[in-house]
């Protein structure tokens, strides 16, 4: 490009952008640590926890034109900590990934596409058409958490508190096999049973058996002449073994 001539309006133009511009890089500079500071530990909205970035809800260019007319006189020169305060007092913040931020740009450049009559939509989407059939969706795992977490809150909002609503019973229906007919056949078929199965319907068998002779008193626990009796020694009396001491003196 050639050299370009400017008028005097457009020269005082572009100096006020450049001064514009320099007094915003002064400004984020001042509370860039504060932002760095507010990022939280996963995304506000799929709840990833990769590629982080703190996005300030309100812009940067409001807040300044806001200090300007409430502090003319701190604004040029800036007092830092004026605008810190003010900054902490008005600014709120919200933790987002990079694939949101991505996400929500290319759909905000759509919408303006479509405003502006330069997008267009596939042929094959028809408003008006049946509703399609859509493919299975597998969610992330940071998907069904936020779906559990939603579920739950609607369950805490609906039964629980005093006003809450009270939670159905549901009747489960289970079989009742008294009114079946075993058939006749099973009680004279052979079933073949092996070695290891053989052994445990043994160890069933003799187990129950013990626990029925138990609780009647049949194993023998009930006789007195079965038990056996403990002697307690008295402390005066002396143990006699018939038998001298190696370390006695003779």
């Known amino acids: 490009y050639g050299p370009v001539a400017l008028t005097a309006p457009s020269r005082r133009l572009v100096q006020w952008w450049l001064e514009q511009a320099?007094?915003?890089?002064?400004l984020r500079a001042?509370?860039?640590?504060?932002?760095?500071?507010?990022?939280?530990?996963?995304?506000?909205?799929?709840?990833?926890?990769?590629?982080?970035?703190v996005e300030c809800i309100i812009p940067l260019e409001t807040l300044a034109d806001r200090f300007d007319a409430e502090f003319p006189d701190q604004f040029d020169p800036l007092d830092q900590v004026a605008w810190k305060t003010f900054w902490i007092r008005h600014q709120r913040y919200r933790t987002v990934c990079l694939g949101c931020v991505?996400?929500?740009?290319?759909?905000e450049r759509n919408e303006a596409l479509k405003n502006a009559g330069l997008f267009k939509e596939d042929e094959d989407e028809d408003p008006a058409?049946?509703?399609?059939?859509?493919?299975?969706?597998?969610?992330?795992?940071?998907?069904?958490?936020?779906?559990?977490?939603?579920?739950?809150?609607?369950?805490?909002?609906?039964?629980?508190?005093?006003?809450?609503?009270?939670?159905?019973?549901v009747v489960l229906e289970v079989s009742d096999d008294e009114g079946e007919d075993i058939p006749s056949s099973w009680v004279s078929s052979q079933v073949k049973v092996s070695a290891a199965s053989h052994?445990?319907?043994?160890r069933w068998l003799r187990t129950a058996r013990a626990h029925i002779?138990?609780?009647?008193g049949l194993d023998g626990s009930a006789d007195p002449s079965k038990t056996l009796k403990f002697r307690r020694r008295k402390p005066?009396?002396?143990?006699?073994?018939?038998?001298?001491?190696?370390?006695?003196?003779?």
């Open 102 to 107: 991505t996400a929500k740009a290319e759909e």
């Open 30 to 53: 001042v509370v860039q640590p504060l932002i760095n500071k507010a990022r939280g530990t996963q995304c506000e909205i799929c709840l990833s926890r990769k590629q982080l970035s």
């Open 199 to 202: 052994a445990i319907a043994v």
């Open 213 to 216: 002779q138990k609780a009647k």
């Open 129 to 169: 058409g049946e509703y399609p059939d859509w493919p299975p969706v597998f969610p992330s795992a940071a998907s069904k958490a936020i779906l559990i977490s939603w579920y739950r809150r609607a369950q805490d909002r609906v039964f629980k508190g005093k006003k809450g609503r009270k939670r159905r019973q």
């Open 236 to 250: 005066t009396e002396k143990y006699k073994s018939g038998k001298k001491s190696k370390s006695r003196k003779k």
């Open 22 to 26: 320099r007094n915003r890089m002064r």
